[in-house]
């Protein structure tokens, strides 16, 4: 499996990224291993459109009739970074998703309570990084939506 960037270009990236300790004492193995996993979590989401080409192995480059993307975009490159990034920093979304379940945490004296009634975007969509989700999000399909076709 290719992923959507590569070691090289993802370490252009992260030069001028602020907090990516993870990335920089990563060997070139886990780093190829941290891209693929983000390259396999964003082509498990729904997106608009469909594949440019049938036979391509990721969900992008898309065609949509009202935007086309020739090429896979600068967002869907920097998601696979930044989810990377998270990946290679310890973020488990199995565990994370796990976690929502928990609604309070007592430790000696202290007690933490958490609100589950909201349950955060990137989460439920097995994203390990926010600010990946937010790079990924306005190229996703509406899941509550409906498609309407004409039939003749």
Request: charged content about 25%; hydrophobic content about 40%; aromatic content about 10%.
């Amino acid at each position: 499996m290719t992923p959507y960037i590569g070691v090289a270009d993802a370490k252009e990236y992260f030069l001028s990224r602020v907090g990516s300790e993870a990335w920089d004492y990563a060997s070139d193995g886990d780093r190829l291993k941290a891209l693929n996993n983000a390259t396999k979590i964003i082509d498990r989401l729904k997106y608009l459109g469909q594949k440019a080409d049938s036979t391509q192995d990721h969900e992008f480059p898309r065609y949509d009739p009202l935007t086309t993307f020739p090429e896979v975009p600068q967002d869907i490159l920097d998601a696979t970074c930044e989810m990377a990034l998270a990946l290679l920093d310890g973020v488990d979304p199995q565990l994370e998703f796990d976690n929502l379940s928990q609604i309070a945490s007592n430790y000696a004296n202290i007690k933490s309570n958490f609100d589950r009634t909201v349950l955060p975007e990137h989460i439920q969509a097995g994203v390990p990084s926010v600010v990946g989700y937010q790079l990924i999000k306005p190229y996703l399909a509406d899941i509550n939506g409906t498609v309407l076709r004409r039939v003749s």
